[in-house]
């Protein structure tokens, strides 16, 4: 995520080193390249210039503070710009309502479909709302076949109807909903270009209709600036609440997310980040910020592995550590509990210092597939036991797994390893629970 972006601006960091004090000369420098790491990510120039000339007003003659370089200096205030630029502080979705009514807009192809699901489904397991999809995208073949797939997927109920007028659609979705209390009716619509006339009258309509408490655009942010463009003529005609950006971890410059708040001054509430129904996060423009520049973002690391946390496996693997009965079916387990949190490597670049360690480092979601597949090679006895793995029984979980004896070895010592930490910091509540999942 933003890569090219985070190495850019990296190196134009490094023109502050070893100066004590900044200097309009330095802080020249430094900002040519800040604006030309903006532009380069698809920033229109106005918003790079402007931003860039808000940093050198508050850089200019600052005197180094205790223990902290120039260079440092001018991360934090590009940082605090950076947060400011993108929207300050997160924006949480209006969902009060009998029913709450959310209606999605955008373009063809933005990912509207697979973001009404993802949303109804982190309302579900997140906010503990019962939840309607409403199939309103009349035109595209195959579309209402798309969500009530996903719907089946998350357990949520699709409403469909023969007809194709999907302003009818949406007021019966309501009514439905009513009808049944369901706590959220999310309205699918059709994708639309904000030149089209007809089609923009006719979300317009659905908008009138229904009321709903929250309109969002879904931008597909590798699209560029492209995507600002059109957000502003869909605000013109919709006055959409929200912003949502989907395709995140795609090869994207940046560009709309850094500047879209700033264009049409709605915040972005959602970022999809990869294709799992799990994969969408409240947007924070804060650790947005920290993670362009290379500083992490440790919060969200631990809020993921907090909704992983399951309490009573928590305290059988805890029990079972005080016994030194750990065994590989609870290494499995924790295993998978962590490929649950989502892409491995966007986990790991949330690790402060990690991602510009990892940045030319290949990892995909298959990084446990090696180790799956030498437990899967033992027998019910040898995971139960790992103490009793002879030379014998390495030997044949290695050909049963396609592995190297020394890869089976390596897994063994690695497991010994992890079993005397994770007994260290065993107690059985939460924040050791954490620990355990992040030392993993």
């Not at 009530?148 to 019966?172: F, H, M, R, S």
């Not at 970022?271 to 973002?297: C, H, N, Q, T, W």
Request: some cysteine; proline content about 2%.
């Amino acid at each position: 995520m933003f890569e090219n972006l985070s190495e850019k601006l990296e190196k134009s960091f490094k023109i502050l080193k070893g100066h004590g004090k900044i200097t309009e000369i330095n802080v020249a420098e430094t900002l040519k390249e800040v604006r030309k790491a903006l532009i380069d990510a698809d920033v229109s120039y106005s918003i790079a210039k402007e931003f860039c000339d808000t940093v050198k007003q508050k850089a200019l003659g600052k005197n180094v503070l205790t223990a902290i370089e120039p260079g440092q200096l001018m991360i934090k205030i590009v940082n605090d710009e950076l947060t400011e630029l993108m929207g300050k502080e997160a924006q949480q979705i209006d969902i009060k309502g009998s029913p709450a009514i959310i209606l999605i807009a955008g373009l063809q192809g933005s990912g509207k479909t697979t973001f009404s699901a993802k949303l109804a489904n982190y309302l579900k397991t997140k906010k503990g709302k019962s939840v309607l999809l409403t199939a309103g995208d009349v035109y595209r073949p195959a579309a209402i076949n798309q969500l009530q797939v996903l719907g089946q997927q998350i357990g949520i109920e699709v409403y469909t109807e023969e007809t194709k007028d999907p302003v009818q659609i949406a007021k019966n979705a309501v009514k439905t909903a009513k009808d049944k209390g369901i706590n959220v009716v999310i309205v699918d619509t059709a994708g639309r270009l904000a030149v089209d006339e007809e089609m923009m009258n006719e979300i317009s309509n659905i908008k009138k209709a229904i009321n709903p408490q929250e309109t969002l655009f879904v931008v597909d942010s590798m699209t560029g600036q492209d995507a600002v463009n059109t957000a502003k003529a869909f605000n013109d005609k919709l006055d959409f609440d929200g912003v949502v950006l989907t395709k995140l971890d795609g090869d994207t410059r940046g560009g709309a997310a850094l500047t879209i708040r700033h264009v049409v001054n709605k915040p972005i509430k959602f970022v999809g980040i990869g294709e799992k129904m799990e994969a969408l996060d409240v947007f924070y423009p804060e650790r947005m910020a920290s993670r362009i520049l290379g500083m992490g973002d440790i919060v969200s690391l631990v809020e993921k592995a907090q909704e992983q946390y399951d309490e009573e496996e928590a305290r059988k693997i805890s029990k079972k550590l005080k016994t030194n009965d750990f065994n590989f079916n609870d290494f499995l387990s924790q295993i998978n509990q962590i490929k649950k949190m989502g892409n491995v490597k966007d986990l790991m670049g949330m690790i402060p210092g990690i991602g510009k360690m990892m940045k030319n480092v290949d990892i995909d979601n298959d990084a446990f597939k090696g180790i799956e597949a030498i437990i899967g090679s033992m027998t019910p006895f040898e995971r139960e036991n790992p103490s009793k793995i002879d030379g014998s029984r390495r030997k044949r979980i290695a050909s049963g797994s396609g592995k190297t004896i020394e890869e089976v070895n390596r897994l063994l010592k690695q497991f010994e390893e992890t079993r005397k930490m994770m007994k260290m910091v065993s107690g059985g509540n939460k924040m050791n629970a954490l620990k355990n999942l992040r030392r993993r």
